[in-house]
């Protein structure tokens, strides 16, 4: 006892330091007979300034409705989805109407379930469309929309299956092609070849089959996150998919709700080397390109509009690293050891062998840039990915995972990244600044987390400018909510 009276309020002085309260919702056992809160998310309704807290208890769901100042508008209980589904894969929203998409481990069914807080219902609703020769890539928010997004095999179509409301469904699809997708040999490929980055194409070998990942640029990303070779970024007025291979990033701009594209193409930072990795990142106005060998190791930024170089970087395995801010760091791997290492070399080995990426977050005016790579876990057959990055979806529960929440697994992945990198400070025309990384929104999270022991169902999400992050005490039953 005495040791939680000293505790106690150190807990709460660093809580207070840390970030502005901001919200308590009690979280009651369901009426359904369910355990432990083990998973809460989150769905927001920018329109009318609200965000609904769903529960998850393994048996049942507690949905709040909750105001932007934090206050509780209404709360009732439901059944959780069926157990045929086993992943929710985004939402739509129309005033207190709450639609959570869902779909089954095969990729073969679809289903809803429609929370109405004004009359405190749930309602399931089991869509008939099945995919006919078409691979479910993901599921998208834009706005109060929901897409489902699909591929055609062995064409370049896309699929988007819009909902509409009222249980509503429209397809549309949408040619996806680039002159440039072609093997080494100067065959033209399809989009289905680029996106399973055949061995026989130019297009760089992934870990993982037909995975995008989504990117939220506003938070801060892993390594894990931006290594993907396909990636969606998303806009005001739409989304960014950026596809790789070692000597072009292809941009596709697509407008929603038209769902019409502008295509781009960029040069990787030439390199005099066979042997190659390279990926970018797409940030604000420009687009951060890396390629490296086991030699050296060029990054470029570029304006996305002009494609004017804006800053180029060179880096030789004989030299010591000049723009970096932090030591090269190694985490994870067989000894799951933090480790640092001094040469040059060993970096540029790792970015060459490994799945490269860059990373790039913003604190005030200056340019926090990530440089590294992650390495595939290998359990003699397939590649798998550690838990909670891409291949295994986040907020797994009871078989349930939601994953259409990117703000959530970008933090899931930073705060347990396996990887190597280093961190790089540059000020806002790309001059490196010497001196210590500032933490980021991120790094503020986890200290204020990591003192926190009877913690639970931890969830973060986008809040207009803040970050809101939360979690379940098991003791006092409260569901506490903090602003950062």
């Known amino acids: 006892m005495k040791y939680f009276k000293i505790v106690l309020p150190l807990l709460i002085a660093t809580l207070s330091s840390a970030q502005e309260p901001f919200a308590e919702l009690s979280i009651k056992k369901s009426k359904y007979g369910g355990r432990v809160i083990e998973n809460v998310f989150t769905v927001v309704n920018d329109e009318d300034k609200t965000f609904a807290i769903f529960t998850d208890d393994n048996k049942g769901f507690q949905s709040s409705l909750m105001n932007f100042e934090g206050g509780e508008i209404t709360t009732f209980s439901s059944e959780r989805p069926p157990k045929r589904y086993d992943e929710i894969i985004g939402y739509n929203v129309e005033g207190n109407d709450v639609t959570l998409f869902l779909k089954n481990r095969k990729n073969n069914k679809f289903g809803s379930i429609h929370f109405d807080f004004d009359y405190q219902t749930a309602r399931e609703e089991l869509y008939d469309f099945k995919l006919k020769d078409e691979i479910y890539l993901k599921g ?14 062995k064409s370049n179509d896309l699929n988007f299956y819009v909902y ?19 093997s080494k040999s100067g065959k ?28 939220d640029d506003s938070a801060p990303n892993s390594i894990e996150n931006v290594s993907a070779k396909a990636k969606i970024y998303s806009k005001e007025n739409g989304f960014v998919l950026s596809i790789e291979n070692r000597s072009f990033t292809h941009l596709f701009n697509f407008l929603l709700p038209e769902l019409t594209y502008t295509t781009s193409t960029y040069g990787k930072p030439e390199i005099n080397s066979e042997f190659s990795n390279s990926n970018s990142f797409v940030f604000e106005n420009n687009i951060y390109l890396i390629n490296a060998s086991a030699e050296e190791m060029k990054f470029s930024v570029l304006d996305v509009e002009t494609k004017e170089i804006i800053k180029e970087t060179h880096l030789k395995k004989d030299e010591e690293i000049p723009f970096k801010n932090t030591p ?104 490196h600044l010497e001196g210590i990384v500032p933490d980021n929104t991120f790094d503020r999270i986890k200290k204020a987390a990591d003192a926190i022991r009877s913690k639970k169902a931890e969830t973060i999400f986008k809040l207009e400018d803040s970050f809101i992050w939360g979690y379940f005490n098991k003791t006092s039953k409260v569901y506490s909510f903090y602003r950062f």
């Open 140 to 153: 998208y928010n834009h706005g109060s929309l929901f897409y489902l997004i699909t591929l055609t095999k």
């Open 164 to 182: 509409q409301g009222q249980n509503q469904i429209q397809k549309t699809t949408v040619e996806v092609f680039d002159e440039k997708f072609k």
């Open 188 to 215: 033209i490929l399809n989009l289905h070849e680029v996106l399973s980055q055949q061995p026989n194409s130019d297009f760089i070998r992934t870990s993982s089959f037909l995975n995008l990942i989504q990117i």
């Open 328 to 431: 090269i760091i190694q985490e994870g791997g067989g000894l799951n050891k933090y480790r640092e290492m001094e040469k040059s070399t060993k970096l540029l080995r790792r970015l060459t062998k490994e799945d490269i990426g860059i990373a790039v977050n913003k604190i005030d005016e200056d340019h926090i840039i990530t440089i590294g790579s992650k390495k595939m876990i290998s359990t003699g057959g397939a590649p798998m990915m550690m838990p909670g990055f891409g291949a295994i979806p986040i907020g797994a529960v009871g078989g349930l995972t939601v994953a259409f929440n990117p703000t959530f697994f970008a933090y899931n992945s930073y705060t347990r990244t396996k990887s190597t990198r280093i961190k790089c400070l540059f000020d806002k025309d790309f001059n």
